[in-house]
T-cell receptor, first 111, second 116 residues
Framework: DAKTTQPTSMDCAEGRAANLPCNHS???????VYWYRQIHSQGPQYIIH???NNETNEMASLIITEDRKSSTLILPHATLRDTAVYYC????????????FGTGTLLAVQP | GAVVSQHPSWVICKSGTSVKIECRSL??????MFWYRQFPKQSLMLMAT?????????EQGVEKDKFLINHASLTLSTLTVTSAHPEDSSFYIC????????????FGEGSRLTVL
């Protein structure tokens, strides 16, 4: 599976949009981009995933560049409860395909 | 949405004893489940892939005789830490994906093991 690169940490003001970048320059054509987050001492929580097109759900938006070598997760109105480690992972889809976690980005939402 | 449940949430045991952690998919069937381990301030590390009705596939460096995995049904996988030692103290997390779904992987709440 392709490797990802994320900033170690980011700050965001409460109520503002949080934009979390991820580089995945070696992604292959059939690999998806997944985003998960982990709040302290809990299991990871699914946020969103996509293949080529931009995606939006009730939690976030995912913007994937046209060459698919990078993506940005957008939390439109960050709250204190969004403080967590955010992981960007690329992987093939399918029930048996595993997700390999990198180091992620610690997002600290400031009041 | 789909839910994965782990039990126990936390466990304390004496060195040398064995501990079993259960992972259940509550509203979907999972032919494959994944077990991760996480040490403090570190990322999740994949330990093994649990396959229903067959042997688990272990990642490099993970001792299969130390971490026994059984996936006897489409909704239950168990991880047994045998002869646990203090260095096995960690946060163990399981995950599963609906076998008909190519989308998200659902994670359990995690099980914190402390070996005294």
């Amino acid at each position: 599976d392709a490797k990802t690169t994320q900033p170690t940490s980011m700050d965001c003001a409460e109520g503002r949009a949080a934009n979390l970048p991820c580089n995945h320059s070696t992604i292959s054509g059939n690999e998806y981009v997944y985003w998960y987050r982990q709040i302290h001492s809990q299991g990871p929580q699914y946020i969103i995933h996509g293949l080529k097109n931009n995606e939006t759900n009730e939690m976030a938006s995912l913007i994937i560049t046209e060459d698919r070598k990078s993506s940005t997760l957008i939390l439109p109105h960050a709250t204190l409860r969004d403080t967590a480690v955010y992981y960007c992972i690329v992987s093939h889809g399918g029930a048996t395909n595993k997700l390999i976690f990198g180091t992620g980005t610690l997002l600290a939402v400031q009041p | 949405g789909a839910v994965v449940s782990q039990h126990p949430s936390w466990v304390i045991c004496k060195s040398g004893t064995s501990v079993k952690i259960e992972c259940r998919s509550l509203d979907f069937q999972a032919t494959t489940m994944f077990w991760y381990r996480q040490f403090p301030k570190q990322s999740l590390m994949l330990m093994a892939t649990s396959n229903e009705g067959s042997k688990a596939t272990y990642e490099q460096g993970v001792e299969k005789d130390k971490f026994l995995i059984n996936h006897a049904s489409l909704t239950l996988s168990t991880l047994t830490v045998t002869s646990a030692h203090p260095e096995d103290s960690s946060f163990y997390i399981c995950s599963a994906r609906d076998y008909t779904n190519t989308g998200e992987l659902f994670f359990g709440e995690g099980s914190r093991l402390t070996v005294l």
